[in-house]
């Protein structure tokens, strides 16, 4: 598919930047508690380890990372025996990490409106291709892996 500028802004880290932005946008209308700051940048170290080690399953497998470019393997290794969608989960991690850091835990609503933008723009239609790609391997897997965790 030829890459637009819709095209490159409507991907996933752009999104999470999007609703990082808007979640710091509030924050700074109040004052941040100091003791939340580390619990969410543990959350936000544990969605940047989860990613990366999805992003070295997809590396190992020899296939495309980029959300709607057609897959040439089935990733069913590393944390993708745990969840379809680590990648997306690791991005709903950092978000929520980064809301719980700013100390304004209202914005812990993004993650829910984040978490559905993930699910409708891309973890559902990724699925439709995925079936159509590579069939009766990725159907059998997602019977045994679920969506989410």
């Known amino acids: 598919m030829p890459r ?3 095209g490159f802004v ?6 999470l930047v999007g609703f990082m932005a808007l979640a710091s946008l509030l924050a700074t209308q109040i004052d941040a508690a100091a003791i939340m700051l580390w619990p969410g940048r543990v959350l936000i170290a544990l969605g940047v380890a989860l990613a990366v080690w999805a992003a070295l399953s997809f590396r190992r497998a020899k296939t495309t990372i980029v959300p709607r470019e057609r897959p ?3 990733v069913t290794d590393g944390p993708y025996k745990i969840s379809r969608n680590p990648i997306y989960l690791a991005d ?5 990490g980064w809301c ?3 100390g304004f835990l ?3 609503v993004f993650v829910g409106t984040f978490w559905w933008v993930l699910d409708t723009r891309f973890v559902k239609p990724e699925e439709r291709v995925l079936a159509d790609d590579l069939g009766a391997p990725y159907l059998a897997y997602k019977e045994q892996v ?3 965790i």
């Open 10 to 15: 409507d991907l996933p880290p752009v999104w």
């Open 100 to 102: 719980i850091s700013l």
């Open 4 to 6: 637009t500028l819709l």
């Open 146 to 148: 679920r969506r989410w």
């Open 72 to 74: 040439d393997a089935l």
């Open 92 to 96: 709903l991690l950092i978000l929520a």
């Open 106 to 108: 209202i914005s812990l």
